[in-house]
């Protein structure tokens, strides 16, 4: 059977105030609240809300046939539950119908994959957390930032634990394939690939008002793609549905309209964690230099394409292991808060989508003043006169305390299980 596995993306930055040289030392506070809260406020009212709204109303109309993806930055979970709590619980109404599958990314919908393998294991785990914490299941499923992916990212996630990843499709990684087939790691065939089919994508994203497309117009492409294409991913960001196309454009109604389209084809919708077990990998994807789902090159330029970009991204990076080290709640908060992919695509020279300054390199400047002082905080507590040998000494220390912690934290739930008379006989 033919399924549709449709996943979107959500990700909101802590937007910078404008911080100057002589505020470095004296303002500890980086964040420009108006404005990050104008954003949100704007998505939440014409797009979030309605758009949950609309999908629960397909699960409930399709019985639960109608399945989607999900996921969201931890520092945007961060922002809904200070400023949109009610977007959370809309969330959770959606999880409850068992049709929704939520997805684990690095926390700060950060580069870390690329610059910083511990920090990215580390970020990962902390939004599954989050997301257990929050939906009530532990995600197996990964979309990494900006869909980033390679033969060693991949590596990486697979020895995490997670089954499946989400990738995009590059014309250089894919050549003469089709990415409506589920395919799996070049070197690790367990981890499986589920490719991201761009133009079918951006037929909704981004061209929707401009070609007036239908429902059944778009599922009767589906329908007609060649016999054995048999997954057709469709990725997106959760915008498009009320902002990028505004509700006076019918998305809404096109949305809402896809199940009954789809069913009327034969067509299914599964969800992420769902497609290993319903096919089959149709072989492996070899992708040796990290590809993302930006622009018609599918790499890492948007973010890291000129000099600007690789200063502020080498400086930031340069401090992982001794942050990691800081108990200092404030630090470790601006540490994530300041990876967001956001504040390096406003360096960009060709493509600072979503940017609010008027040039790269005023980004680049005000993000600099900020990491002057973020370094020199992290400079008073781990001095770098502190060499890397020792921080790797007191980092191995701080991980064997953490085992021994879990380890006795394991036992005493143990112990707490065990039937009253078991105890009292200890």
């Known amino acids: 059977m033919r399924n549709i596995c449709f996943y979107f993306q959500i990700h909101l930055p802590f937007l910078l105030k404008r911080y100057r040289f002589f505020e470095i030392g004296n303002d500890h506070y980086y964040y420009d609240d108006f404005q990050t809260r104008e954003r949100l406020d704007y ?59 939520f997805l684990a990314e690095p926390y700060a919908h950060s580069l870390s994959s690329v610059y910083d393998t511990s920090e990215f294991e580390r970020q990962v785990k902390m939004h599954a957390d989050k997301i257990e914490a929050l939906f009530g299941k532990r995600p197996t499923t990964l979309f990494n930032s900006e869909l980033i992916y390679s033969d060693e990212i991949g590596e990486v996630v697979s020895k995490m634990g997670f089954k ?30 589920i490719v991201r089919n761009y133009k079918l994508s951006d037929d ?22 060649p016999q054995g294409e048999n997954l057709i991913s469709l990725g997106m960001g959760y915008e498009v549905f009320g902002s990028t196309q505004p509700a006076h454009t019918g998305i809404f109604d096109f949305l809402k309209s896809l199940p009954y389209h789809a069913m009327e084809q034969q067509i299914g919708f599964v969800l992420p964690s769902e497609i290993s077990k319903k096919s089959e990998s149709a072989g492996a994807l070899l992708a040796p230099y990290p590809i993302s789902w930006v622009g018609s090159d599918k790499d890492l330029t948007p973010w890291t394409g000129n000099d600007l970009q690789q200063e502020a991204l080498n400086k930031l990076y340069a401090v992982g292991e001794r942050v990691r080290l ?25 493509d600072a989508y979503g940017t609010h300054y008027d040039s790269a390199y005023e980004a680049f400047m005000n993000y600099m003043n900020v990491l002057a002082d973020f370094l020199e905080r992290v400079q008073a507590q781990y001095p770098s006169s502190i060499e890397n040998e020792e921080l790797n000494e007191l980092l191995k220390t701080i991980n064997h305390q953490e085992k021994e912690i879990e380890k006795l934290e394991l036992e005493i739930e143990k112990l707490k299980a065990k039937p009253k008379k078991s105890v009292e006989k200890l």
């Not at 977007?87 to 119908?97: E, G, H, Q």
């Not at 908060?333 to 967001?340: E, K, N, R, V």
Request: glycine content about 4%; some cysteine; aromatic content about 12%.
């Open 326 to 350: 800081c108990t200092d709640k404030a630090l470790l908060l601006d540490w994530l808060i300041l990876q967001s992919t956001d504040h390096f695509r406003y360096m960009s020279h060709k």
């Open 164 to 193: 499946t990843m989400l990738l995009d499709e590059a014309k250089h990684i894919m050549g003469w394939k089709s990415p409506n087939y589920l395919y799996n790691h070049s070197y690790v065939p367990k981890l499986k690939l």
């Open 43 to 101: 998505l939440v009212e014409n797009s979030y809300l309605n758009a949950n709204r609309t999908i629960s109303e397909m699960i409930r109309s399709s019985n639960g046939k109608f399945r989607c993806a999900f996921s969201i930055s931890g520092v945007t979970l961060e922002l809904f539950e200070q400023y949109a709590p009610e977007v959370i619980d809309s969330f959770k109404a959606l999880a409850k119908t068992g049709s929704v599958e």
């Open 204 to 225: 909704i994203a981004l061209r929707f008002s401009g070609i007036g497309l239908t429902a059944e117009t778009f599922v009767s492409w589906i329908a007609n793609l």
